[in-house]
């Protein structure tokens, strides 16, 4: 839980930097990867990252620029990771200027349950690095390289000389 505006961003400017990492890598062919018939394919679930969420930070009060939770998911990866860099800008500029260190202790009601302001921003970056995880694994099944998040990838090793440990 974040208690203070400046302990948010300082994580999710470092943690969006881990995010586009992984957008950037993906093609338009690889949009279309998907784990299992019936479930997100890799452009659904990279475009859940940008659209407005479900409730999270809207439901808790902030209002920032995004696309509609029902919007198409484009068919360009590039469109992709770009529109997420606009959000991530735009929710950041939306908790400075709407949001203090004070009112990160407001509760709120968030799918029925009393959560804090600064419960909410935790949970909305845990929320994004689950899906994070999930993108890293269609990207090896369509064959893209992926970055390393908390430690070097095995492309990452490799690319120092070493054997990535197994």
């Not at 338009?28 to 990252?49: K, T």
């Not at 709407?98 to 909305?124: H, M, P, R």
């Not at 990452?156 to 990535?164: D, K, P």
Request: charged share 15%.
């Amino acid at each position: 839980m974040y208690t203070t505006i400046q302990s948010f961003i300082a994580e999710y400017e470092n943690e969006s930097l881990a995010t586009r990492k992984l957008l950037d890598a993906l093609t338009d062919v690889s949009l279309s990867q998907e784990i299992a018939p019936g479930f997100r394919s890799l452009g659904p679930l990279a475009w859940h990252l940008v659209h407005k969420d479900h409730g999270l930070l809207t439901g808790a009060g902030l209002s920032f620029q995004a696309p509609a939770a029902d919007s198409e998911t484009p068919a360009s990866a590039a469109s992709i990771a770009e529109a997420y860099r606009t959000v991530t800008q735009s929710i950041l500029s939306a908790v400075r200027e709407q949001w203090s260190d004070e009112a990160l202790g407001e509760t709120v009601q968030i799918f029925g349950q009393s959560w804090t302001k600064g419960l909410t921003l935790y949970i909305f970056l845990k929320h994004e690095i689950h899906h994070r995880g999930q993108l890293t694994i269609l990207m090896r099944q369509a064959g893209l390289p992926v970055a390393g998040m908390y430690g070097p990838s095995k492309e990452e090793w490799s690319a120092m000389g070493m054997a990535a440990p197994v």
